[in-house]
């Protein structure tokens, strides 16, 4: 079976620097990128499925590709910030331009994708919206997973009741059954697909006593709440101004995908995508709320097509 390698690159912050973790799938000479960005308490293995599905269709058709998946800082390998100022939007944007600009360095970038779940998919609008950055190339297909320039209030209330409480685990499925509680919208899985997307999320405890059960803690950084829970309503109003007008600059051919029961991207919102700025194709998914996983056979197929169609033509 396909594996990733993990890789690092080094990005600075107000405290110095810290270093970014990222999977790379496929061939890491192509000049065909498409980069993963994950959700805000997840890390990059979520895109295994996506990954792997993409690199077998690339070599099915003889086509070279090289799929990254980061570890946004504060998060799986990557590293914890000092100052949890940093764990917003504009910093990670920062580091993206960072790890891309170090792909370049390494191999010639023609062609450029972006997959963004959650906030993976608003560090890509923000990078899409300004034409001005210091990019390798322009994005060429942009996919919005399950988020958009309007965040419903009521959902980020939601996200922050449990966000930053981790607590410890006596195992690997007793961790992977506590983050279904709170990830249940995620949709249907088998119990191996949720374990599967489950152990990334979590590490070994250090203890002191060798001779002490084994125990597991989830892999973010707590703090990340710290940014997160400051948010008022009013300041979000005024983000949600300012990413309409990045969504508005968006050339990128867009896919937005949406969960029916979404309660963070409404429906009226994703009509909106599709009407204004890039025009996104909407692609929603029965029985999913926030966010699809992209890893039932139906959610990477939509994904996987829509990337590779010029590659069909």
Same mark, same amino acid.
């Given at each position: 079976?396909?594996?990733?390698? =993990?890789?690092?690159?080094?990005?600075?912050?107000?405290?110095?620097?810290?270093?970014?973790?990222?999977?790379?799938?496929?061939?890491?000479?192509?000049?065909h990128v498409v980069l993963c960005a994950h959700g805000l308490t997840r890390?990059?293995?979520?895109?295994?499925?996506?990954?792997?599905?993409?690199?077998?269709?690339? %070599?099915?058709?003889?086509?070279?590709?090289?799929v990254i998946c980061p570890d946004v800082v504060g998060r799986g390998q990557?590293?914890?910030?000092?100052?949890?100022?940093?764990?917003?939007?504009?910093?990670?944007?920062?580091? #993206?331009?960072?790890?891309?600009?170090?792909?370049?360095?390494?191999?010639?970038?023609?062609?450029?994708?972006?997959?963004?779940?959650? #906030?993976?998919?608003?560090?890509?609008?923000?990078?899409?919206?300004?034409?001005?950055?210091?990019?390798?190339?322009?994005?060429?297909? =942009?996919?919005?997973?399950?988020?958009?320039?309007?965040?419903?209030? %009521?959902?980020?209330?939601?996200?922050?009741?449990?966000?930053?409480?981790?607590?410890?685990?006596?195992?690997?499925?007793?961790?992977?059954?506590?983050?279904?509680?709170?990830?249940?919208?995620?949709?249907?899985?088998?119990?191996?697909?949720?374990?599967?997307?489950?152990?990334?999320?979590?590490?070994?405890?250090?203890?002191?006593?060798?001779?002490?059960?084994?125990?597991?803690?989830?892999?973010?950084?707590?703090?990340?709440?710290?940014?997160?829970?400051?948010?008022?309503?009013?300041?979000?109003?005024?983000?949600?101004? #300012? =990413?309409?007008?990045?969504?508005?600059?968006?050339?990128?051919?867009?896919? =937005?995908?949406?969960?029916?029961?979404?309660?963070?991207?409404?429906?009226?919102?994703?009509?909106? #995508?599709?009407?204004?700025?890039?025009?996104?194709?909407?692609?929603?998914?029965?029985? +999913?709320?926030?966010?699809?996983?992209?890893?039932?056979?139906?959610?990477?197929? +939509?994904?996987?097509?829509?990337?590779?169609?010029?590659?069909?033509?």
């Amino acid at each position: 079976m396909i594996q990733p390698t =993990l890789n690092y690159v080094t990005c600075p912050d107000s405290a110095g620097s810290h270093r970014m973790a990222f999977w790379q799938w496929g061939d890491p000479a192509s000049a065909h990128v498409v980069l993963c960005a994950h959700g805000l308490t997840r890390q990059g293995r979520d895109f295994d499925e996506l990954a792997r599905a993409l690199c077998e269709r690339a %070599s099915d058709t003889g086509v070279s590709l090289r799929v990254i998946c980061p570890d946004v800082v504060g998060r799986g390998q990557s590293d914890w910030l000092k100052d949890p100022a940093g764990y917003q939007v504009p910093a990670y944007v920062s580091d #993206m331009l960072v790890l891309l600009a170090k792909l370049q360095s390494e191999a010639a970038i023609d062609v450029l994708d972006w997959v963004g779940t959650s #906030m993976g998919g608003l560090i890509g609008l923000v990078i899409c919206g300004q034409a001005d950055l210091p990019l390798p190339q322009r994005v060429r297909k =942009l996919v919005l997973n399950d988020v958009g320039p309007t965040l419903e209030w %009521s959902a980020l209330q939601r996200i922050g009741t449990y966000l930053g409480k981790g607590g410890e685990f006596e195992s690997l499925q007793q961790a992977a059954d506590a983050m279904w509680v709170i990830s249940s919208s995620f949709g249907p899985h088998t119990p191996e697909q949720w374990l599967a997307l489950s152990t990334p999320m979590v590490r070994p405890v250090d203890d002191a006593d060798t001779s002490a059960p084994k125990r597991w803690k989830l892999h973010y950084d707590p703090s990340i709440a710290v940014p997160f829970t400051a948010g008022t309503q009013a300041s979000t109003l005024e983000s949600q101004a #300012m =990413l309409w007008r990045l969504y508005d600059q968006i050339s990128a051919d867009t896919l =937005l995908l949406r969960g029916v029961e979404s309660d963070l991207l409404s429906a009226e919102t994703a009509k909106a #995508m599709t009407e204004r700025g890039p025009h996104a194709r909407l692609v929603q998914f029965k029985g +999913v709320g926030h966010a699809p996983t992209i890893t039932s056979a139906d959610q990477v197929e +939509v994904v996987a097509d829509f990337l590779w169609a010029s590659h069909d033509q």
